[in-house]
């Protein structure tokens, strides 16, 4: 399972004339189209020809661009200005973005070439993209499993080696946990590090854009353009990136923190990956100690009645008049209700239905009142955990990749497979999801992902730490096999 040309190699050749943007662009249409099956891209953007030549006539003219023709794909829930945006979505089945989100602005500012639109779970609510309107994305290692989700499509997509990088969102681990599933790199950064502004929102206290690569130089490569203040996002933070393109750590004298509360309960092949893992760290000179934060017991709940209250808020505008499809009805009440109850799916009405319940009065200050207080006890935990260490680690999640239909009729179940990364999003703090092993099941390998937290504004320690990890060879990066 090689590594395709990655991000920062394309970029090399475009600018040094031995290919161009819209040769580039071309390959990466034909591999789409030959991987349709997986079905990891929803929509094309048919402004990437024009973009592509544009990039090559800035090339041509002498301008140095980080990301000079590098095609790209980004989830459903990312606006580019003239594509369809249907967050995986009935009820947007027909809506076109009128506007470009600051994240792939930048990315087409440094000379990347957006070349359409992953599939994802409808409005980023699952961990499987199952239930998305569009159908699921294919897990490429096999394809009879779910690709994680809900970023599932932008995973999926390099995994195959569609495109060398894409991004994803996540709330609750939206982007690290497909990552785990499929085999490459997920980072979700700090809070407020990468702006907001364009991406529809599920939970607005949770979200941050992230994304996928197969190296961390990529994963730095990538951040350099991404992260930095926006003045379109109130939550954006004053904190310019500054990761370093040769990414290597030492690791001698890194205090490395295992969580205790998440050895517990997982498949034998994640426990060797993450023991693997730990030993080629001592090996390397880090200091691993284990390290309990008895809150994350709570973290599931406390997620799931911040998530879902937020969500209940911000899908309120989905109601026929403004945005996407609407369902005429014999007066305005009739029209918004149909147009709800046909346009999303089952679980996204579940969560209104929930989150609303669980702001109502009388009802608000046993749930979401309560879950707040858990999220600051939460995060106070974390804080106080990293006087202690650099970092820490967990599995990404518990098991590797699990069959499509196993969990859908059981939204609990399907919940639950958050356990690992939940906390983070509550936290605000930035985490990587690590390619670090295998674990062979009906005798499928199958990827395992390691993830590592680091305290808030510390992403470029993760990506740093990830290529000492590369050079240690723990980093099992590549496509899937047949791609
Ligand atoms: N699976 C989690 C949820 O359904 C996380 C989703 C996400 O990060 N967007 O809420």
């Known amino acids: 399972m090689p590594v395709p040309p ?14 161009t943007a819209p040769e580039l662009l071309t390959a990466a249409l034909s591999r789409i189209q030959a991987a349709r099956p997986l079905n990891a891209v929803v929509s094309l953007n048919d402004g990437a020809q024009a973009q592509a030549q544009a990039v090559q006539a800035r090339v041509d003219r002498g301008e140095a661009l980080p990301l000079a023709g590098v095609p790209i794909l980004v989830k459903d829930n990312i606006n580019v200005s003239g594509t369809a945006t249907t967050c995986g979505s009935r009820i947007l089945a027909t809506y076109v973005s009128p506007y470009t989100a600051t994240a792939a602005a930048r990315l087409q500012q440094a000379g990347a070439v957006i070349v359409g639109k992953a599939n994802m779970d409808e409005f980023a609510m699952g961990s499987s993209t199952e239930s998305s309107a569009h159908g699921p994305a294919l897990n490429p290692w096999d394809e009879a499993r779910v690709s994680g989700g809900s970023s599932g499509g932008s995973a999926v997509a390099v995994a195959a080696g569609l495109t060398p990088v894409a991004l994803g969102s996540d709330t609750g681990g939206s982007v690290r946990q497909p990552a785990s599933f499929c085999g490459v790199y997920g980072l979700k950064p700090t809070y407020g590090r990468v702006s907001r502004s364009g991406l529809v929102a599920y939970a607005s206290s949770l979200d941050q854009i992230g994304p996928f690569a197969h190296t961390a130089q990529d ?70 100690a284990e390290v309990s934060l008895p809150e994350l017991k709570y973290a599931i709940a406390a997620y799931y009645l911040i998530a879902m209250p937020e969500a209940s808020s911000n899908l309120a505008r989905f109601d026929g008049m403004v945005y996407g499809a609407r369902v005429s009805g014999s007066d305005v009440t009739e029209a918004m209700t149909l147009t709800r109850e046909r346009g999303f799916g089952p679980e996204v009405q579940r969560r209104i239905l929930i989150g609303t319940y669980a702001l109502s ?3 608000y200050d046993a749930y979401y009142s309560k879950a707040m ?107 899937a096999p047949g791609y």
């Open 219 to 288: 994963l730095a490569l990538l951040m350099n353009v991404l992260a930095g203040h926006d003045p379109l996002d109130a939550t954006s933070l004053h904190a310019p990136p500054a990761f370093a393109t040769v990414t290597a750590d030492d690791l001698r004298g890194l205090r490395v923190g295992v969580i205790q509360e998440s050895l517990g309960g997982n498949t034998p092949g994640v426990d060797a990956t993450l023991q693997a893992t730990l030993d080629a760290l001592r090996g390397a000179g880090a200091q691993v």
């Open 361 to 363: 009065s009388g009802y």
């Open 373 to 479: 207080k858990v999220r600051r006890l939460i995060a106070d935990r974390f804080a106080q955990a990293f006087g202690q260490f650099d970092v820490l680690v967990t599995p990404t999640s518990p098991f590797p990749a699990f069959r499509r239909g196993e969990k859908t009729s059981d939204p609990l179940a399907m919940y639950a497979a958050d356990v690992d990364t939940v906390a983070i999003n509550l936290a605000g703090l930035p985490a990587l999801s690590v390619p670090a092993g295998f674990e062979t099941v009906d005798g499928v390998r199958l990827p395992v992902g390691i993830q590592f937290i680091a305290p808030a504004l510390q992403d470029e320690r993760l990506v740093r730490l990830a290529g000492g990890l590369e050079a240690l060879g723990v980093v099992q990066a590549g496509v």
């Open 6 to 19: 990655t991000a920062a190699e394309l970029a090399r050749r475009v600018q040094a004339r031995e290919t």
